[in-house]
């Protein structure tokens, strides 16, 4: 079982930046791909970046690619998503996530586990 606990979320401003933080429990956490998704009231959950196990391999959202960067820790077990160039559309609950199969992807089906989420809220 791993259990996900995100961080970081506030109220910022545009043009602001953001750092999340997921901290990941578990021994296997270093073989694990990673994600950050997000989700506004009313839409379907979205997928944001995701890093390989290794964290060699990252892959991002168009909406977000130039802005946000995803990067791990594996001895430390945490995942952070640092987010610059804020807009107002970026508002959202963020989860991270957590897929035991290997590759990376940005299907929610490919991932195990979530964390509660960390709310954004960026002001215009």
């Known amino acids: 079982q791993v259990q996900l606990v995100e961080s970081g979320g506030g109220l910022v401003q545009a043009g602001g930046s953001l750092r999340l933080s997921c901290a990941a429990s578990?021994?296997?956490?270093?073989?694990?791909?990673m994600g950050w998704f997000r989700q506004v009231p009313g839409k379907e959950r979205e997928f944001v970046a995701t890093?390989?196990?290794?964290?060699?391999?990252?892959y991002y959202a168009d909406s977000v690619k130039g802005r946000f960067t995803i990067s791990r820790d594996n001895a430390k077990n945490m995942v952070w998503l640092h987010m610059s160039s804020l807009l107002p559309e970026d508002t959202a609950k963020y989860y991270c996530?957590?897929?035991?199969?290997?590759?990376?992807?940005?299907?929610?089906?490919?991932?195990?586990?979530w964390g509660q989420g960390t709310q954004v809220t960026v002001s215009s």
């Open positions: 996530a957590a897929g035991t199969q290997g590759s990376w992807s940005t299907a929610q089906r490919a991932y195990d586990y």
């Open positions: 578990g021994r296997t956490f270093s073989t694990y791909t």
């Open positions: 890093i390989t196990w290794s964290g060699l391999s990252t």
